[in-house]
């Protein structure tokens, strides 16, 4: 090497699990206050359509984590032959249960079901995904909703680590109705953890890489493993990868890995900051549906009869 030779800047990996598990704890000492008010504790139910690996993984954890913080929570699994009708027949019931304050329907479903119809199915004061139009409409609007848990989580994560976006350029790369859209919506949003200026990318966008370069904060959610490489990044860029596609790995006891869609090997020297798969976003998005699921349970967005 040589000598007085600048090194770059050591980049700071986001710590999402450590993150998440400070926002768990807070929401476990408010429901141990709504036990100790007399009330019942918030309860999260999660409906499992197949067998898909990654699907059957989130929605283990996202169980597991209701168990954590002292939710109640309910997991109902049906094979993949469930017709459109039952399932809404399912919705409907969870919609009507008293016992349950918010639910979520795995994504994806399989092809004979029309995943919009099923969302709409779902009454938006228990749509802790935040996915009803309603809550996306509110979101727009600048109305109290229940926030979609992935984008929130994003948008948390960068306040709770300091990060300033303020009059910052943030790229989002993928527009799905999940992340993408909603997380370039809250990021422009005139709030203290957002307002940023914000440019939407996608499969049709010309000079990618180009507009990716100018970021001051870049948001990887496209599914597309390892996307996102060196010659798209900033140096000093804040980059926030979405991304966890299972890729075969037959040096694995599971048989694959999970690849993020940034480089991170190539991007990380680079970035300021940048948030690790797994261990970046994931944590934080099952954060929030929890925090959606306590809002939910104590009626602050819509009156909640039970609450
Ligand atoms: N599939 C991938 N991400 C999600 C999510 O946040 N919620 C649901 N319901 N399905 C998903």
Redesign the pocket.
Known sequence: MIANAPTPPIPHIIDGKQTAEDIKAEIALEVAALKAAGKKAPHLAAILVGHDGG?ET?VRNKVLACERVGFGSTLLRFEDDITEAELLAQVDDLNRDPEIDGF?????LPAHINPEKVIEAIRPEKDV?G?HPMNIGRMVAGLPALL???PSGIVELLSRQGIKTSGKHAVVIGRSN?VGTPVSILLAKNLDTANCTVTLCHSRTRNLAEICRTADIVVAAIGRPEFVTADMVRPGAVVIDVGTTRVPDATKKSGYTLKGDVNFAEVAPLASAITPVPGGVGPM?IAM?LLNTLRAAKGEIYPNPAS
């Open positions: 699907s989130y979520i329907v795995q994504l994806p995904d996915f979609p848990a992935t999940i998005t549906l």
